[in-house]
């Protein structure tokens, strides 16, 4: 049986106790084409937990945070956060943060002055929380070739100068990371084989990934957002190997050949997506399913809604995972009825304005639409199968109203039995479209 040594994964006694934080997510569903493909039918929506993870190096007592979450204070954000989600918040869709990751350390007993390093995974306001909340005693590390610029220095940035300014920052180069694991080019963060940092581009450019020893011969890997579903990454021939997919699993989904494949069921939306770089994005998920096949690592992302619920969470620590068997819990979890995209809400009872409010629950895809700092069209990537029909109602964006015409013209009608359009819109102010589906499917 290969063990992680066959990654080549240096031997070191040396080990990190890492404890997830789930700091929480999205109080609304999002749309899975966005975030994967092909969408299964029924599943067109799902939920994401937010992960952030406390590390403690036993060795010297270092305390580090990979991730942070979101920042609890809307106004804290740069004018461009601020903007989408307000735009965010009036389309239905709500981030709750009852607690932020300062906070529940705080109660949890850790202060957030010990926090000597915080880990940024990538830059996106999920995962950057609230530097201003530790002490500049607490460096900042963050990936290779990570976009750097902040507000107000750039107007639109969605970095605050604050991040960085008074503390150290530490922007990782690729010199550094000088070892191979897996296949992945990594940094040996302690320099005593405890902690690694993969080199994990494609979500965005400077996006890295943590692997911790948890035990001389066990690790967690902490993916951030290299993938948003396990199915991205499961399953591989070496997952089936050691892991082999239940009985009940293969009967239930059996026109999925679940037990004959050897290739991911899911991937990275081939149009636009959450995914910057879909072709790097792919690299490193492939690259992240050969260790998640190895039966010593345990792959944890920031997202992957099969996770709350199985694991222990902070004050918890997850070093014995696999004494606790929670790999064997969590590895075909993704398939379990319900956690295919993870809900079915939308299957039975399709009002037009469920729709709707799928439609725009995602305003990351309401991108090209400004010009300065004027709404001048939406672009719109439907969940709906091909029969979309658009139709004028009353509709507000903001504290504006607006009539959106739509450019049949300019409508790009992707392939598949789940279609998606992006689609420029005119807005004029005074009226407004909805798209969807008038009626039940
Ligand atoms: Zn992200
Ligand atoms: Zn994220």
Redesign the pocket.
């Known amino acids: 049986m290969p063990s992680s040594l066959d990654l080549g994964i240096p031997s070191s006694q040396s080990i990190a106790t890492v404890k997830a934080i789930n700091v929480g997510g999205p109080s609304t569903l999002l749309p899975a084409a966005f975030f994967l493909e092909p969408v299964r039918p029924g599943y067109e929506t799902m939920t994401a937990p937010v992960y952030a993870f406390f590390i403690e190096h036993s060795a010297t007592g270092k305390r580090l945070m990979f991730d942070l979450g979101m920042r609890k204070d809307q106004e804290g954000f740069p004018p461009a956060i601020q903007q989408m989600l307000t735009t965010w918040r009036d389309l239905g869709f709500g981030i709750v943060v009852d607690k932020d990751v300062p906070e529940k350390l705080q109660e949890g007993g850790v202060d957030p002055a010990t926090i000597n390093a915080v880990i940024w995974?990538?830059s996106?306001l999920?995962?950057t929380g609230d530097m201003s909340k530790f002490p500049s005693t607490t460096e900042l590390v963050i990936g290779p070739g990570m976009d750097t610029r902040t507000f107000p220095t750039t107007p639109e940035s969605l970095l605050l100068e604050s991040d960085f300014v008074g503390r150290k920052v530490t922007q990782l180069s690729l010199d550094n990371f000088v070892l191979t694991i897996g296949d992945y080019d990594a940094l040996d963060y302690f320099s005593d084989g405890s902690l690694y940092i993969l080199n994990s581009p494609g979500?965005?450019s400077g996006?890295i990934t943590v692997l911790a020893r948890v035990t001389p011969t066990t690790f967690v890997l902490l993916g951030?957002?290299s993938c948003h579903h396990m199915g991205q990454i499961r399953p591989t021939a070496d997952l089936h190997n050691h892991f082999p997919c239940p009985g009940r699993i293969l009967e239930s989904l059996e026109d999925l050949s679940v037990s004959s494949r050897t290739t991911p069921l899911l991937s990275v939306p081939s149009g636009q997506s959450?995914y910057a770089d879909p072709k790097i994005a792919t690299e490193t998920i492939t690259k992240l399913g050969k260790l998640d096949a190895s039966p010593d690592i345990l792959v944890l992302i920031?997202h992957d809604c099969t996770v709350p619920g199985v694991i222990d969470e902070f004050p918890e620590s997850v070093n014995d995972w696999k004494a606790k068997g929670w790999k064997e819990k969590l590895t075909w979890a993704f398939l379990e009825k319900d956690n295919v995209v993870s809900t079915r809400v939308l299957t039975a009872e399709r009002s037009r304005l469920r729709i709707v409010t799928t439609l725009l629950i995602s305003p990351l895809m309401l991108d090209k639409v400004r010009k300065g700092n004027q709404i001048i069209g939406l672009g719109i990537r439907t969940l709906t199968p091909v029969s979309v029909t658009l139709s004028f109602q009353p509709f507000t964006i903001g504290r504006r109203d607006f009539t959106f015409f739509p450019s049949s013209s300019r409508l790009r009608w992707a392939k598949g039995v789940y279609n998606s359009f992006l689609g420029s819109f005119r807005v004029l102010p005074g009226s407004t479209i909805v798209l969807g589906r008038p009626y039940t499917i």
Request: no cysteine.
């Open positions: 995974s990538h996106h999920d995962h979500h965005q996006h951030g957002d959450a920031a």
